[in-house]
């Protein structure tokens, strides 16, 4: 079974705050790991993607994961209010080409 | 910016109809994909498409689907007897490197 979790939240931060959004995945055979944003009743939108343990930085976005925990997560640094959406997080196997997603987390950033 | 188009926007069908959602991907991606989400739930793939033939396919992409790259640029998604459980909304996805996916705006499918 190849799942892919988050907490629903929603999950709540004051403007200028860190935001830290989590995501575990079942399948050890994971390889590629992906951050999108969902505006309500739009298309997701891809923030980042990770291969390989550790951070990866993109501006106010960092991701981190840890293979060992099957980990991944997504810090937005200096909220904003348009951050404001539902993050997703998606995994792809090391064979194949399916992409497995999340619930995703809403996130509140409150001006 | 070049983006992924998708019609129709919405689409109102009866129970047992054939419909046929349509994409238009960036012009030079080669990888493209239909992903669906019901209402409140999570993305969902269905199919990968490349070099003209399906990559992979889920659970979900039973024999009631089939998709076609009918000419350059457009890449369709056929359902040929809906069911009330096919509601949802359909995206298309495009990649130049199977990896970086962009998503068009998607069709919204009501089923009755």
């Known amino acids: 079974q190849k799942e892919v979790e988050q907490n629903s939240g929603p999950l709540s931060v004051p403007e200028g705050a860190i935001a830290s959004l989590n995501c575990t995945y079942s399948d050890r055979g994971s390889q590629s790991f992906f951050w999108y944003r969902q505006y309500s009743g739009k298309s997701p939108e891809l923030i980042m993607s990770i291969y390989s343990n550790g951070d990866k930085e993109d501006g106010r976005f960092t991701a981190q994961l840890n293979k060992a925990s099957q980990y991944v997560s997504l810090l937005i640094r200096d909220s904003q209010p348009s951050d404001s959406a539902t993050y997703l997080c998606a995994v792809k196997l090391n064979t194949g080409n399916q992409f497995y997603f999340g619930t995703g987390t809403s996130l509140t950033v409150i001006p | ?112």
């Open chain 2, 1 to 112: 910016e070049p983006e992924v188009t998708q019609t129709p926007s919405h689409q109102v069908t009866q129970m047992g109809q054939e419909v046929i959602l349509r994409c238009v991907p960036i012009s030079n991606h080669l990888y493209f994909y239909w992903y669906r989400q019901i209402l409140g739930q999570k993305v969902e793939f269905l199919v990968s498409f490349y070099n003209n033939e399906i990559s992979e396919k889920s659970e979900i992409f039973d024999d009631q689907f089939s998709v076609e790259r009918p000419d350059g640029s457009n890449f369709t998604l056929k359902i040929r007897s809906t069911k009330l459980e096919d509601s949802a909304m359909y995206f298309c996805a495009s990649s130049d490197d199977w990896a970086t996916q962009y998503f068009g705006p998607g069709t919204r499918l009501l089923v009755l």
